[in-house]
């Protein structure tokens, strides 16, 4: 069993960037797929960014594509959430999950393919 933890978030202005971690214990996350969820007040969590299992494919939600890059650090077992170009509507709780079943990019942003997921670090872009 894996656990997860998120780090990174903070308080930014509009146009700046921020690295999320995910560091993961417990397991190695070389076989998992790994996801970004993010859920603002009163909206729906939304699936930005994922990898497949073995990191071999990578999936953007339009929201944020060309601006996120999701990556993973073998060595640290820790994926990584790079966002650029933050804008306000970005704030959200970001939270990172994982499952060991098989996953396509077709379906990588559904919640309900996760069975790990860490508490969530905050993200607020505002001038």
């Known amino acids: 069993q894996v656990q997860l933890v998120e780090s990174g978030g903070g308080l930014v202005q509009p146009g700046s960037s921020l690295r999320l971690s995910c560091a993961a214990s417990?397991?190695?996350?070389?076989?998992?797929?790994i996801a970004w969820f993010r859920q603002a007040p009163g909206k729906e969590r939304e699936g930005v960014a994922c990898l497949t299992n073995k990191g071999l494919h990578t999936y953007y939600s339009d929201s944020v594509k060309g601006r996120f890059t999701i990556s993973r650090d073998s060595g640290e077992n820790t994926v990584y959430l790079r966002m650029d170009n933050l804008k306000p509507e970005d704030t959200a709780v970001y939270s990172c999950s994982a499952t060991q079943y098989p996953i396509d990019t077709m379906t990588c942003l559904q919640a309900y393919n996760y069975d790990y997921w860490g508490q969530g670090t905050q993200v607020t872009v505002s001038a």
């Open positions: 417990g397991d190695s996350l070389y076989y998992y797929a």
